[in-house]
């Protein structure tokens, strides 16, 4: 296979980022998208050049009246695509699911659909081996990405014996204006989903690990206030030196003028990032620290709507089996212009291994 052709379902927060991100590889091209939406949004899409379908024909009418080529339905962009990737909000591709399978097509979904109806979950960093070859898989959701991006330096190179993560999480993405402005913080009642979610692609911190959330008035992304502890302590600056050392993984200060959500999204602003995204997890240098029993304390901070766009572009090649982890990582990091010289590619991670049973 020379080029693989992919299939985006659904064109909102997630689909048109992972559209943007296949048509920037060497490898891939976007077979179409396919949605029911007649406004500007689908406007953007047409300028990118991407072929348009109709996902449900009573919509079809209303999206050629709106100026939009539609070059068939669902079914037909479905046949055209090796691979679907399926961005429609929860619930909807399950629907879907017999359709891509009467054409044998294989599936990715995204991390609002539950584990148990996939083959497995996928974190690029913690479970690549694990997902080749296979025919349906889930990228799972942007805080366990970063829960599992943060873990897996430690994972490879440590024994990690527990964790504990608090995650303050922001009310709504930023579009999502019918979802506030509120006053308030609303906790999640009991153990977070956060926590087991980052079990199907670490199966070993099965009860070892503990997640709390609550979601607060704002839009801009997530923090994260994490505790691990490991067998063999580690001193802070071993900590620094190694996270720095990882692809997708930012370590710098906050007094380099960078001490809060906002400055963030203003620097990735002024850095001419596409939606100021930021697929890295940022670490707040000032705030990790260790002692002698092997804990480990850290905040960093997750941008929601751009941090799982790389490991969508690394299950394409997973399932396809068309690159090893260590050079998906690399390729998709430069595709998308998220390189660093200062990465090393060839550090261990958890995901060279098997792991699940």
């Not at 927060?13 to 949605?35: F, L, P, S």
């Not at 072929?51 to 999206?63: A, L, N, Q, T, V």
């Not at 707040?284 to 029993?293: A, G, H, L, V």
Request: hydrophobic share 40%; aromatic share 8%; charged share 25%.
């Amino acid at each position: 296979m020379d080029t693989i052709k992919v299939g985006i379902v659904g064109y909102g927060v997630i689909g048109k980022r992972v559209a943007d991100a296949v048509a920037a590889q060497t490898d891939m091209e976007v077979a179409g998208i396919a949605d029911i939406i007649a406004d500007a949004r689908m406007e953007i899409a047409k300028k990118r050049g991407f072929p348009i379908y109709c996902s449900i024909p009573d919509f079809r009418e209303k999206m050629e009246q709106a100026g939009f080529d539609i070059q068939g339905y669902l079914e037909d962009l479905v046949q055209e695509s090796d691979v679907i990737v399926d961005c429609t909000p929860a619930g909807i591709p399950q629907r879907n699911f017999p359709l891509y399978e009467k054409y044998h097509k294989k599936i990715i979904v995204q991390g609002g659909e539950k584990h148990h109806i996939v083959q497995a979950s996928f974190s690029t960093f913690a479970n690549y081996v694990d997902c080749l070859g296979l025919d349906k898989i889930r990228v799972v959701s942007c805080n366990t990405t970063g829960i599992a991006r943060v873990l897996a330096p430690l994972m490879a190179e440590n024994q990690v014996k527990d964790v504990f993560v608090a995650l303050a999480r922001r009310a709504a993405d930023p579009v999502r204006t019918n979802r506030g402005p509120i006053n308030g913080v609303v906790p999640v009642l009991g153990i977070s989903h956060h926590g087991p979610d980052v079990v199907t692609v670490y199966p070993e911190l099965a009860e070892k690990i503990y997640s709390l959330a609550v979601a607060a008035s704002f839009t801009l992304s997530h923090v994260h206030m994490i505790k691990i502890t490991v067998e063999k302590p580690m001193s802070r600056d071993e900590l620094i030196e190694l996270w720095k050392k990882y692809p997708r993984i930012i370590v710098r200060r906050g007094k380099e003028g960078l001490h809060d959500t906002a400055q963030l999204v203003e620097y990735y602003r002024d850095l001419g990032r596409p939606r100021y995204d930021r697929p890295e997890v940022f670490i707040w240098e000032e705030t990790i620290d260790s002692d002698s029993r092997g804990n480990i304390y850290l905040i960093y901070d997750v941008h929601m709507e751009s941090i799982p766009i790389p490991e969508n572009i690394d299950a394409i090649r997973a399932i396809f089996g068309t690159a090893d982890i260590h050079k998906t990582i690399e390729i998709t990091d430069r595709a998308l212009h998220i390189d660093d010289s200062k990465y090393d590619y060839s550090v261990p991670f958890p995901g060279e291994k098997k792991r699940q049973s």
